[in-house]
């Protein structure tokens, strides 16, 4: 399964690799891409394993918004 979520806030590497190390950290997320000049996040994910609200949450925390 895959997801696009809207991130604002991401403005550098370091922001990416947040964003992307709490993602891959969820167990059943397989794949995190992000693109910092769209804010998408392409997420690949198992949906029997983990739920798009743990995504967001997981976003979230790190101190960005999703914007659904």
Same mark, same amino acid.
């Given at each position: 399964?895959?997801?696009?979520?809207?991130?604002?806030?991401?403005? $550098?590497?370091? $922001? /990416?690799?947040?964003?992307?190390?709490? @993602?891959?950290? @969820? +167990?059943? !997320?397989? +794949?995190?891409?992000?693109?910092?000049?769209?804010? /998408?996040?392409?997420?690949? &994910?198992?949906?029997? /394993?983990?739920?798009?609200?743990?995504?967001?949450?997981? !976003?979230?925390?790190?101190? &960005?918004?999703?914007?659904?």
């Amino acid at each position: 399964m895959k997801t696009t979520l809207n991130v604002q806030g991401m403005t $550098c590497g370091h $922001c /990416k690799m947040s964003v992307e190390g709490a @993602l891959n950290e @969820l +167990n059943g !997320v397989t +794949n995190t891409e992000v693109d910092l000049a769209t804010g /998408k996040v392409d997420v690949t &994910y198992d949906e029997d /394993k983990v739920t798009s609200e743990a995504m967001r949450e997981a !976003v979230e925390e790190q101190g &960005y918004d999703v914007v659904a």
